[in-house]
């Protein structure tokens, strides 16, 4: 109905029941109709007329309860309720639930104890919705111990039950836990599924991720969006393009809009995964672009070597009217750094603060460290690193100590650790740069005295991992780390195969089954054909030792 012709029909009906608000029917009928409309006006005359009816029923104190819940209004909703019980109206189950869930909206413990404590009272706790309601509250409050205990006490737990205790579990970081109890539900749907999916995802365990999206999958659940987006997001952390191209390709067949947060996560998948074209299209299809979806493509331009595309990006979204974020900032500066554009990176630094209100962080110093360092402005750079708001962290020091390396200041990178010694930057980058810069002097003494400390420190270094799609499924090859994985295929795109296979260091018990395709020899060019070697391990335990490997699948 057009918003007119429904003011109009609110207008005759309050002339109509002006007269007769003692008729608790006829007054029902305006302010559900006001209050159910979502429009905020008719919210208030809805209101408006709650407030001067000599008698309210139940039904009609429900209503102004929930719908103020529904707006997002959860302190005008409690106000109701406490009003509600001090008038003398007695609250039913349907009372108890939207009071419940205004409670869970605040993450007000408080009320919530009271609410479940007139519950007892009154014998409504036993209700569905109500425990249901309850277990949402304390869930929501991270109270576990008093959500298990009333999930323990509920005769009849549905998955809307299961699903919220699971959700708690995720929430405080408990996924083993979470995990346990979602192995034990007799039934599941959708949103069961995507909580498990998203606590997987926040925890970083994108792998397991991705197991229950094709577990549920297996079980024959149509994924919802929050599902969806939780799947897309860990195939771009693990590189699984193949999986993310076919949750692509079932958004498109389910004929899915591509909202902000479906889009947002569609980009970031492709952009992560390489795929900046296909990014940009799918970007360029959203109908609604926020800061998240051009943050998004902006550090995939960034990551994937088109920085000045990046830049450009930056620049449309301000054309857009799209005001930029922390992250946001931290992907165009690195933009800059990488191309070498000091002026337009110093100016985009420079503008955080003054035209966006953007207090810079110790990344965003970061980034402008490693943009004076690459453009061998050391002293610039120095002066960023000493007089920052705050104290460095490892990677601002890690970020000048290799500008230090490239441009051979050595002793401008050992200051620098010097003065910063007792502020615990021990991360191992900040180690492994200064050996390096002693490295390239020659000085291996020195090496070799920092690196004894760093044993001494028990500073380990993050090993070096590469990340290979092959079937679909992404293996992953770590320097010095044993792998235990089953038989694979992994495919080399390699120019010289024998000198280059005696350079393998591959330690195995079991014989490493080893087959190329011919390859021939183009004289007149003096070059070889490029080889295509399949490498089938047949083994469950190798360690992989030569950082020289190089490969192209």
């Given amino acids: 109905m057009p918003h007119n012709g429904a003011h109009q029909v609110i207008k005759q009906a309050h002339l109509a029941v002006s007269g007769t608000l003692f008729d608790p029917y006829a007054a029902a009928k305006v302010i559900s109709f006001c209050a159910l409309s979502h429009n905020p006006h008719h919210l208030r005359h809805a209101y408006h007329l709650f407030r001067f009816m000599p008698t309210r029923t139940t039904y009609i104190w429900n209503l102004m309860i929930r719908t103020f819940t529904d707006s997002n209004d959860p302190t005008q909703a409690l ?51 109500v425990q249901n309601g309850l277990v949402h509250l304390y869930v929501t409050c991270e109270s576990m111990d008093s959500a298990l205990k009333l999930f323990d006490m509920c005769f009849c737990k549905d998955v809307v039950t299961w699903t919220a205790l699971v959700n708690g579990y995720v929430k405080c970081g408990q996924i083993v836990t979470a995990r346990h109890l979602f192995d034990e539900m007799p039934e ?22 991705l197991e229950v999206f094709a577990d549920m999958q297996a079980a024959g659940v149509s994924p919802n969006r929050a599902g969806i987006v939780g799947a897309l997001t860990a195939c771009g952390y693990v590189g699984a393009l193949d999986q993310g191209r076919w949750i692509h390709a079932y958004v498109k067949r389910k004929g899915m809009r591509l909202d902000v947060v479906l889009g947002t996560a569609v980009v970031d998948m492709y952009a992560k995964c390489g795929c900046v074209e296909t990014s940009c299209a799918v970007f360029d299809e959203m109908r609604e672009r926020d800061v998240f979806a051009f943050t998004s493509l902006i550090s995939g331009f960034a990551n994937n070597g088109e920085c000045v595309n990046a830049v450009s990006l930056f620049k449309r979204m301000e054309d857009e009217g799209v005001a930029p974020n922390e992250v946001t900032f931290v ?223």
């Fill in 331 to 553: 992907c165009v500066l690195s933009a800059c750094s990488r191309v070498g554009m000091v002026d337009e990176g110093l100016k985009v630094f420079r503008s955080m603060k003054s035209r966006f209100g953007v207090e810079p962080g110790v990344q965003h110093y970061g980034c402008l460290v490693d943009l004076l360092g690459r453009a061998g402005m050391l002293e610039e750079a120095k002066k960023v690193v000493t007089k920052m708001p705050m104290g460095p962290d490892s990677y601002v020091l890690g970020a000048l100590l290799n500008a230090c390396r490239v441009h051979g200041d050595l002793d401008l990178g050992k200051e620098m650790v010097e003065r910063f010694t007792g502020q615990r930057l021990d991360h191992s980058s900040v180690h492994v740069l200064l050996s390096n810069i002693y490295a390239s002097e020659n000085q291996w003494d020195d090496v070799t005295l920092l690196r004894k400390g760093m044993e001494e420190k028990r500073v380990r270094k993050v090993p070096g991992c590469s990340l290979i799609e092959v079937n679909g499924e992404v293996y992953e090859f770590y320097t010095q780390i044993l792998l235990r994985k089953p038989s694979f295929v992994v495919e080399l795109s390699v120019p010289f195969f024998p000198s280059l296979l005696h350079s393998y260091s591959i330690m195995t018990s079991d014989p490493c089954i080893v087959t190329t395709t011919s390859a021939s020899l183009d004289h007149s060019m003096g070059s070889s054909a490029t080889k295509l070697i399949t490498m089938r391990l047949n083994i469950f335990d190798f360690v992989i030792t030569s950082s020289d490997l190089r490969y192209s699948c």
């Fill in 79 to 129: 106000s109701l309720y406490t009003n509600m019980l001090r008038t003398g109206s007695s609250p039913d189950n349907y009372t108890f639930s939207f009071a419940l869930r205004a409670s869970a909206a605040l993450s007000s413990l408080y009320f919530g104890v009271m609410i479940h404590t007139h519950a007892i009272r009154l014998g409504w706790e036993s209700y569905d919705f």
């Fill in 188 to 209: 599941k749907n959708a949103v069961s599924w995507s909580t498990m999916i998203n606590g997987f995802v926040h925890l970083g365990m994108f792998r397991e991720a």
